[in-house]
């Protein structure tokens, strides 16, 4: 092994580490470890260990081993190729379009439109729509009986519906569409990066600019679309809410949905079955995500190559026309991605009755009165689910900024033993589909008290908030360095105290960004609470489902403008910080 | 306080930074640590505050033993009392002045009045008191420097460390600080160790200078002026500003025979017939002058203003002669002139 050589090494290149017998850093030490032990070593390990046990739920505390939900699982052969099929299918579908929609757009904006701080803003918003309410949207414009599906079958004379919107193409379009943000906010600094001298040595060649995208750009950004489209596929394989409204109606099922809709559903009800659907479903996405790894690393290699953001790229000739088209497909995606769903929730929600008006004077408020009166259609329980939503809401991204936080801080500050271990098992959520998150939240804790309260959903949120958290806290304390730790330290200030009023100060913005991001996240999540609300324990997103699924539009769509608006402005704040270069290498 | 280091060592993996080092601050002086990069002066300092644990020696304050690993004693840095300034201000930018000088105090539930009285002392003493409740991010690079001593001194701690405080200065403002330093050390009495790369800063500063070379161990240690003048290495030597050095031979008891001729020098510790090297200052080659050994003539082939003397460079055979003085009408650039080197200001190394 080479040692360094410390001539050349800067002292925050060494790793310090401060004694380990303080109080302080034991009471670190546990905090961490006792937080990761819930929130993530017990679910994942009692996944795999219960998947194995021949009965679940466990009873008298005795139970022996079986590989028999396994050879069930492989019996119904036709079941699980067909799921994971319809899970393909549909993850490379919707990543396909994101990735193409968020590609050109980044590249339009960098090389047309200068990066401007406004056409970036505007790709990102969409993103601020949860995909549940943006689902609502949809079913009321091109369902069956949707606005625009029945605008077009009189514009064509059409006696049935051109198009499907309950089909996996019907899927593919809106978690495609929903996904571009996420592939436009990846792919804009691969593009950015790439400097003018490669554009320009390619012109001087003698290339146009088709032949340089195609023969110089693209392969250049090649492995960022790759790793891209991996990290997109694997996030879009064992998403719920999407294919449960439009694809269990007509018994599309996929790995998101297979556990809530089948296996855990009806007369079959089987849980060690849903463990060892679990356990196939993370074999499958850590096959992806070290792929995806692989592409990163990939891809490092060429920023190493291409020297990041150290050179300006080659701005393209811009004129009118130019700038315009690329405007208006910025603008094109944001009225389908945002304003067209946004605006049909915003308008079912507020046109009492099943028909949608245009008749100004029928406007009002009765379906937001009637919910928060507790009459509406659907719900008896949309009160307490606004109210837990709100709690978990504001509560985990808090405790989940600050177990990150104090990780980020034993590993780049403190160097505290296992340090790195815990920045290991804070990310190891990243591979493990939410559902599947979910389901190891449910062996773990069906037989203690806190199932089935609101607090079951704030352990288990933060499987969410940390990996977030962490992408946040680690880029932070890099920048704020361990030099003011150590001033405080020697002014005589212990770990807690200086981590308290020191660095979290230090760091207040990138707290306040994970917090938004989190708390985004959460509110809009339906894969965790999923499998683990009940009665008592409902939130927005899951009473939205639910009534969705059973067809009452104008509750559905008032509840979804109330979820749009508690995200989209946290999301747009962050998104801003973000373009207006606040929040650099989140 | 009292500061001893005594076979300090400190490895990273199987790179020894600091190897087997002992030195003594006594109360109340100004010892600096001075060295090239890599030399492992700061991990010394960083020693001493308690943010390195070494990995041998022992490491006292008074009577304290605040490191020894073969007794597995090891005090935390924040219960050594000791004041630290870094290299970075670490101004931090969420307190006013007032605060970020009060934030030892308060850490130490020091009592309002109390914190309020020592903040203003040491406010006044570094001239600051009219900044207390400017946001520090509205301070400029002197007063942040300021700041970051008053941060450090507010507790009246037994010991203060500097880690190349003045490195992110501009020259004026660094020679400003050197002086500022001084006195404010000075005035309080903390016993100080100050590291640096700086000969100049070191000289400027130290009551004693402790030399690192780069294997991490002492080259040297005592006044600027031993160091300058009295090198026992060629390392310190150099490191000085070198100057001038011929190969040759030991000529017992003469002195040692070079290609230009004998220079007449204390040879007591060299072998008769050894290669040996002389080195000497350029201050020390005095033009004009005749004495009764060392007396050379050369060729003046260049002549650089420096600002305050001029440096000249005289041909002897095929050795360069570098000497600075104050210019001369009779030293003209292609003229020869004598000079003459006092036997005491040669020095005569081992070669390598």
Same mark, same amino acid.
């Given at each position: 092994m080479s040692m360094p050589d410390i001539n050349n090494l800067s002292w925050n290149e060494f790793k310090y580490r401060y004694i380990p017998e303080t109080r302080d850093q034991r009471i670190i030490l546990l905090s961490i470890f006792f937080s990761l032990l819930i929130v993530i070593i017990l679910p994942v390990g009692s996944i795999i260990v219960f998947s194995f046990?021949?009965?679940?739920?466990i009873m008298d505390g005795e139970f022996g081993f079986t590989l028999r939900h396994y050879t069930y699982l492989f019996e119904n052969l036709s079941l699980l190729y067909e799921i994971t099929l319809n899970s393909f299918i549909y993850a490379a579908g919707a990543t396909f379009l994101a990735i193409t929609v968020g590609t050109f757009a980044a590249f339009f904006t960098v090389k047309y439109l200068n990066d401007s701080m406004w056409v970036q803003l505007l790709m990102l918003i969409p993103y601020g729509i949860p995909s549940v309410a943006a689902l609502v949207g949809w079913v009321i414009l091109l369902g069956d009986v949707g606005v625009l599906t029945e605008a077009v079958m009189a514009v064509f004379n059409l006696s049935s519906s051109p198009w499907d919107l309950r089909s996996i193409w019907g899927m593919i379009f809106v978690e495609g569409v929903h996904t571009a943000p996420i592939a436009f906010l990846l792919m804009f600094p691969a593009i950015r990066n790439i400097p003018a001298a490669m554009d320009e040595a390619s012109f001087t060649a003698g290339a146009n600019r088709i032949r340089t995208f195609r023969q110089i750009i693209l392969p250049v950004v090649w492995p960022s679309v790759l790793s891209t489209l991996l990290f997109l596929f694997v996030r879009t394989m064992a998403t719920v809410t999407t294919p449960a409204v439009l694809g269990v109606p007509e018994r599309i099922f996929t790995f998101g949905t297979a556990i809530p809709y089948i296996f855990l559903s009806g007369a079959d009800l089987s849980y060690s079955k849903a463990l060892s659907f679990s356990v196939f479903m993370i074999a499958i996405t850590t096959v992806f995500i070290l792929y995806y790894l692989k592409a990163q690393s990939a891809e490092d290699q060429f920023t190493t190559v291409l020297g990041a953001g150290r050179s300006e790229p080659r701005r393209y000739d811009s004129t009118i026309l130019k700038q315009g088209l690329g405007i208006t497909f910025v603008g094109a995606y944001l009225v389908i991605a945002g304003l067209l769903p946004f605006g049909a929730i915003l308008w079912d929600s507020l046109v009492p009755g099943i028909m949608m008006s245009t008749d100004l004077s029928q406007f009002s408020l009765q379906n937001y009165i009637a919910l928060f009166a507790g009459n509406a259609q659907g719900t008896f329980a949309w009160r307490r689910a606004l109210w837990n939503t709100i709690l978990v809401g504001v509560i985990v991204p808090t405790t989940g900024m600050i177990i990150s936080m104090l990780i980020a801080y034993a590993n780049q500050i403190i160097d505290i033993a296992f340090s790195k271990t815990f920045v290991f098992i804070a990310s190891v959520p990243l591979a493990i589909p939410g559902i599947a998150r979910s389901m190891g939240f449910l062996s773990v804790f069906i037989q203690t008290p806190i199932y089935g309260t609101w607090f079951i959903l704030f352990i288990a949120y933060h499987g969410i908030a940390l990996p977030i958290g962490m992408r946040y806290s680690s880029p932070a304390l890099t920048r704020v360095g361990s030099e003011n730790v150590e001033v405080s330290l020697a002014s005589g200030a212990g770990l807690i105290r200086s981590f308290r009023s020191i660095l979290l100060p230090l760091i207040s913005k990138d707290f306040v960004a994970g917090w938004m991001h989190t708390y985004v996240t959460v509110i809009r999540n339906v894969s965790i609470p999923i499998l683990l609300y009940t009665a008592g324990s409902e939130v927005i997103a899951i009473e939205l489902l639910t009534v969705l699924r059973a067809g009452y539009a104008n509750t559905a769509s008032t509840m979804a403008v109330i979820i749009t608006l508690l995200s989209i402005l946290p999301h747009i704040v962050l998104q801003y910080w973000r373009v207006s270069g606040g929040l650099r290498g989140r | 306080m009292k500061v001893g280091v005594k076979n300090l060592v400190k490895r990273y993996g199987e790179t020894t930074a600091v190897d087997d080092i002992s030195f003594v601050a006594e109360d109340g002086e100004f010892t600096t640590l001075l060295g090239p990069s890599g030399c492992g002066k700061t991990t010394t300092l960083r020693s001493i505050a308690g943010l390195e644990r070494p990995d041998g020696g022992q490491i006292t304050i008074g009577d304290t033993v605040l490191s020894d690993p073969s007794e597995n004693t090891f005090i935390p840095t924040q219960e050594r009392n000791v004041g630290f300034v870094f290299q970075?201000?670490?101004?931090?930018?969420?307190? #006013?002045v007032f605060e970020n000088v009060a934030y030892p105090l308060r850490v130490r539930n020091h009592p309002e009045g109390e914190i309020e009285e020592k903040v203003m002392n040491v406010l006044e003493l570094t001239g600051l008191e009219d900044f207390r409740d400017r946001p520090s991010t509205q301070l400029s690079g002197g007063q942040q420097a300021r700041v970051n001593v008053c941060r450090a001194i507010v507790y009246e701690p037994d010991l203060l460390l500097f880690d190349?405080?003045? #490195?992110?200065?501009?020259r004026n403002l660094r020679h400003q600080m050197r002086y500022e330093i001084k006195r404010i050390q000075s005035d309080v009495g903390i016993t100080t160790i100050y590291v640096t790369h700086s000969q100049p800063e070191a000289m400027t500063l130290a009551d004693k200078i402790i030399l690192m070379n780069p294997d991490g161990k002492i080259a040297q240690q005592g006044t600027a002026d031993d160091l300058y003048?009295?090198?026992?290495s060629k390392f310190v030597f150099d490191f000085f500003g070198g100057s001038v050095e011929i190969e040759g031979t030991v000529a017992n008891p003469e002195g040692i025979q070079t290609d230009i001729g004998l220079f007449s020098v204390d040879v007591s510790t060299l072998d008769a017939g050894a290669s040996a090297i002389i080195g000497f200052r350029p201050e020390s080659v005095q033009i004009g002058k005749e004495g009764t050994v060392n007396n050379w003539k050369g060729e003046v082939k260049d002549i650089n203003f420096l600002g305050s003397t001029y440096e000249y460079f005289i041909d002897v055979g095929d050795i360069t002669i570098r000497a600075r003085q104050p210019r001369s009408g009779d030293i003209q650039e292609g003229r020869t002139v004598n000079f003459h080197i006092e036997p005491d200001d040669i020095f005569t190394y081992r070669p390598f």
């Amino acid at each position: 092994m080479s040692m360094p050589d410390i001539n050349n090494l800067s002292w925050n290149e060494f790793k310090y580490r401060y004694i380990p017998e303080t109080r302080d850093q034991r009471i670190i030490l546990l905090s961490i470890f006792f937080s990761l032990l819930i929130v993530i070593i017990l679910p994942v390990g009692s996944i795999i260990v219960f998947s194995f046990a021949d009965s679940f739920p466990i009873m008298d505390g005795e139970f022996g081993f079986t590989l028999r939900h396994y050879t069930y699982l492989f019996e119904n052969l036709s079941l699980l190729y067909e799921i994971t099929l319809n899970s393909f299918i549909y993850a490379a579908g919707a990543t396909f379009l994101a990735i193409t929609v968020g590609t050109f757009a980044a590249f339009f904006t960098v090389k047309y439109l200068n990066d401007s701080m406004w056409v970036q803003l505007l790709m990102l918003i969409p993103y601020g729509i949860p995909s549940v309410a943006a689902l609502v949207g949809w079913v009321i414009l091109l369902g069956d009986v949707g606005v625009l599906t029945e605008a077009v079958m009189a514009v064509f004379n059409l006696s049935s519906s051109p198009w499907d919107l309950r089909s996996i193409w019907g899927m593919i379009f809106v978690e495609g569409v929903h996904t571009a943000p996420i592939a436009f906010l990846l792919m804009f600094p691969a593009i950015r990066n790439i400097p003018a001298a490669m554009d320009e040595a390619s012109f001087t060649a003698g290339a146009n600019r088709i032949r340089t995208f195609r023969q110089i750009i693209l392969p250049v950004v090649w492995p960022s679309v790759l790793s891209t489209l991996l990290f997109l596929f694997v996030r879009t394989m064992a998403t719920v809410t999407t294919p449960a409204v439009l694809g269990v109606p007509e018994r599309i099922f996929t790995f998101g949905t297979a556990i809530p809709y089948i296996f855990l559903s009806g007369a079959d009800l089987s849980y060690s079955k849903a463990l060892s659907f679990s356990v196939f479903m993370i074999a499958i996405t850590t096959v992806f995500i070290l792929y995806y790894l692989k592409a990163q690393s990939a891809e490092d290699q060429f920023t190493t190559v291409l020297g990041a953001g150290r050179s300006e790229p080659r701005r393209y000739d811009s004129t009118i026309l130019k700038q315009g088209l690329g405007i208006t497909f910025v603008g094109a995606y944001l009225v389908i991605a945002g304003l067209l769903p946004f605006g049909a929730i915003l308008w079912d929600s507020l046109v009492p009755g099943i028909m949608m008006s245009t008749d100004l004077s029928q406007f009002s408020l009765q379906n937001y009165i009637a919910l928060f009166a507790g009459n509406a259609q659907g719900t008896f329980a949309w009160r307490r689910a606004l109210w837990n939503t709100i709690l978990v809401g504001v509560i985990v991204p808090t405790t989940g900024m600050i177990i990150s936080m104090l990780i980020a801080y034993a590993n780049q500050i403190i160097d505290i033993a296992f340090s790195k271990t815990f920045v290991f098992i804070a990310s190891v959520p990243l591979a493990i589909p939410g559902i599947a998150r979910s389901m190891g939240f449910l062996s773990v804790f069906i037989q203690t008290p806190i199932y089935g309260t609101w607090f079951i959903l704030f352990i288990a949120y933060h499987g969410i908030a940390l990996p977030i958290g962490m992408r946040y806290s680690s880029p932070a304390l890099t920048r704020v360095g361990s030099e003011n730790v150590e001033v405080s330290l020697a002014s005589g200030a212990g770990l807690i105290r200086s981590f308290r009023s020191i660095l979290l100060p230090l760091i207040s913005k990138d707290f306040v960004a994970g917090w938004m991001h989190t708390y985004v996240t959460v509110i809009r999540n339906v894969s965790i609470p999923i499998l683990l609300y009940t009665a008592g324990s409902e939130v927005i997103a899951i009473e939205l489902l639910t009534v969705l699924r059973a067809g009452y539009a104008n509750t559905a769509s008032t509840m979804a403008v109330i979820i749009t608006l508690l995200s989209i402005l946290p999301h747009i704040v962050l998104q801003y910080w973000r373009v207006s270069g606040g929040l650099r290498g989140r | 306080m009292k500061v001893g280091v005594k076979n300090l060592v400190k490895r990273y993996g199987e790179t020894t930074a600091v190897d087997d080092i002992s030195f003594v601050a006594e109360d109340g002086e100004f010892t600096t640590l001075l060295g090239p990069s890599g030399c492992g002066k700061t991990t010394t300092l960083r020693s001493i505050a308690g943010l390195e644990r070494p990995d041998g020696g022992q490491i006292t304050i008074g009577d304290t033993v605040l490191s020894d690993p073969s007794e597995n004693t090891f005090i935390p840095t924040q219960e050594r009392n000791v004041g630290f300034v870094f290299q970075n201000f670490n101004v931090w930018p969420h307190l #006013t002045v007032f605060e970020n000088v009060a934030y030892p105090l308060r850490v130490r539930n020091h009592p309002e009045g109390e914190i309020e009285e020592k903040v203003m002392n040491v406010l006044e003493l570094t001239g600051l008191e009219d900044f207390r409740d400017r946001p520090s991010t509205q301070l400029s690079g002197g007063q942040q420097a300021r700041v970051n001593v008053c941060r450090a001194i507010v507790y009246e701690p037994d010991l203060l460390l500097f880690d190349e405080p003045l #490195t992110g200065l501009d020259r004026n403002l660094r020679h400003q600080m050197r002086y500022e330093i001084k006195r404010i050390q000075s005035d309080v009495g903390i016993t100080t160790i100050y590291v640096t790369h700086s000969q100049p800063e070191a000289m400027t500063l130290a009551d004693k200078i402790i030399l690192m070379n780069p294997d991490g161990k002492i080259a040297q240690q005592g006044t600027a002026d031993d160091l300058y003048y009295k090198p026992d290495s060629k390392f310190v030597f150099d490191f000085f500003g070198g100057s001038v050095e011929i190969e040759g031979t030991v000529a017992n008891p003469e002195g040692i025979q070079t290609d230009i001729g004998l220079f007449s020098v204390d040879v007591s510790t060299l072998d008769a017939g050894a290669s040996a090297i002389i080195g000497f200052r350029p201050e020390s080659v005095q033009i004009g002058k005749e004495g009764t050994v060392n007396n050379w003539k050369g060729e003046v082939k260049d002549i650089n203003f420096l600002g305050s003397t001029y440096e000249y460079f005289i041909d002897v055979g095929d050795i360069t002669i570098r000497a600075r003085q104050p210019r001369s009408g009779d030293i003209q650039e292609g003229r020869t002139v004598n000079f003459h080197i006092e036997p005491d200001d040669i020095f005569t190394y081992r070669p390598f």
